[in-house]
C-alpha cells in the first residue's frame, strides 16, 4: 500500500517561492517515478515536473526555469521548489508515483493534493 502526503502549499504574492514535499510510504519509492502535477478551476490536470528513481528529470515548458523538482530517497520524498510564481500557478498541486521513464501517462498513485494560490 502507497499513501502520499502533500504539503507546503499556501498563499504567496507573485514572483514569490514556495517549495512541496511529498512523503511516501511503503518500499517502492526509490523504484518509482514521481510526478507533480496541477489543476486550475476549469482545467484538467497536467504534469509539471517528473523525476526518475535514478534522477532523470524534466518539465512542462511553463515551469522551466521556475520550478525544480528533486528527490531524497533516504527519505521516501520528492520536493518541488518554486520560484518566480506567477498567477497562472495557482492550482492544486498534487503528488504522483508511477513507474517507467519518461512518464507517458500518471501512474496509480495520488496525493491529496495541496493548494497553491498565487495572488498579491
Known amino acids: 500500500q502507497v499513501q502520499l502526503v502533500e504539503s507546503g502549499g499556501g498563499l504567496v504574492q507573485p514572483g514569490g517561492s514556495l517549495r512541496l514535499s511529498c512523503a511516501a510510504s511503503?518500499?517502492?519509492?526509490?523504484?518509482?517515478?514521481m510526478g507533480w502535477y496541477r489543476q486550475a478551476p476549469g482545467n484538467q490536470r497536467e504534469l509539471v515536473a517528473a523525476i526518475s528513481s535514478g534522477g532523470l528529470a524534466n518539465s512542462a515548458d511553463s515551469v522551466k526555469g521556475r520550478f525544480t523538482i528533486s528527490r531524497d530517497n533516504a527519505k521516501n520524498t520528492v520536493y518541488l521548489q518554486m520560484n518566480s510564481l506567477k498567477f497562472e500557478d495557482t492550482a492544486v498541486y498534487y503528488c504522483?508515483?508511477?513507474?517507467?521513464?519518461?512518464?507517458?501517462?500518471?501512474?496509480?498513485?495520488w496525493g491529496q493534493g495541496t493548494q497553491v494560490t498565487v495572488s498579491p
Open positions: 504522483n508515483l508511477g513507474f517507467g521513464w519518461p512518464p507517458s501517462k500518471p501512474g496509480a498513485y
Open positions: 511503503g518500499s517502492l519509492f526509490r523504484i518509482s517515478t
